[in-house]
Nanobody, 127 residues
Framework: QVQLVESGGGLVQAGGSLRLSCAAS????????MGWFRQAPGKEREFVAA?????????YYTDSVKGRFTISRDSAENTVYLQMNSLKPGDTAVYYC???????????????????WGQGTQVTVSS
């Protein structure tokens, strides 16, 4: 069992930055691949980024955030981060972190089933 708690959301102007954190509790955090997803009002939840299990050496991003967002993990702290730069109003959404025990790499991390989800944190980008 893994519990995930997101934090770091808020209101920011376009062009600004935020760093989201996802604190995980439970066993074997390092053995889970981790992902960030978001859901804007009236839209379906979409994949944002993923980081591989163990060392976190492999990352994958949806095209709309490449070059602006960075996902990373700190296994000593059982935490996953999403650094978001050059934010746009279109990034406004509730952001969720998720954990999967399934192996995934690259594009597969956007479609694999995630076992655990956090409660979400709101990110609002004003124009």
């Amino acid at each position: 069992q893994v519990q995930l708690v997101e934090s770091g959301g808020g209101l920011v102007q376009a062009g600004g930055s935020l760093r989201l954190s996802c604190a995980a509790s439970g066993r074997s955090f390092s053995s889970y691949s981790m992902g960030w997803f978001r859901q804007a009002p009236g839209k379906e939840r979409e994949f944002v980024a993923a980081v591989s299990r163990w060392s976190g050496s492999v990352t994958y991003y949806t095209d709309s955030v490449k070059g602006r967002f960075t996902i990373s993990r700190d296994s000593a702290e059982n935490t996953v981060y999403l650094q978001m730069n050059s934010l746009k109003p279109g990034d406004t959404a509730v952001y969720y972190c998720a954990a999967t025990s399934s192996y995934c790499s690259g594009y597969g991390c956007s479609t694999v089933n995630y076992d655990y989800w956090g409660q979400g944190t709101q990110v609002t980008v004003s124009s």
